[in-house]
């Protein structure tokens, strides 16, 4: 008869995983309360590095300005902006939380960005000028409508 190993023992989500845990709750909680999940999204940006907070600084702006329906909130640690279905329409990651070379600007399923068979859902940014900013307020604009 073969002798059986004793099965590897779990060691369970990893600190990462429950500090993940941890934020996403803190998260659903902050959604109840628009005034509080405004300042948590402040707060988010303000942690950023100097290159990061630049650029969610005036996407929130430009967020804020363009489509005043959505509503900011963290979202997985990130400036999110939902809809009033309480919907991620548009988010913004920066560069720093995954350690990549740009900051992205998403837009989820709930944005209507759609165009024929296949359309962007996220760009990169690395600076904003006036032209990315016009291109921005227009497609923040419709992805909220």
Partial sequence: MAETKPAKKDKGFSAAERAAMRERAKELKAAKNKE???????????????????????????VKAAAPNLSSRTWYGMPAYTNDDGKVVVFFKSADKFKSRYATLGFEEAANIDKGVMWPTSFALTELTDAEETKIRALVKKAAT
Wanted: net charge negative; aromatic share 0%; no cysteine.
């Fill in 36 to 62: 509080e999940a405004e300042r948590d999204v402040l707060a988010k940006i303000a942690e950023m590095p100097k290159a990061d907070r630049v650029l969610a600084e005036r996407i929130h702006e430009i």
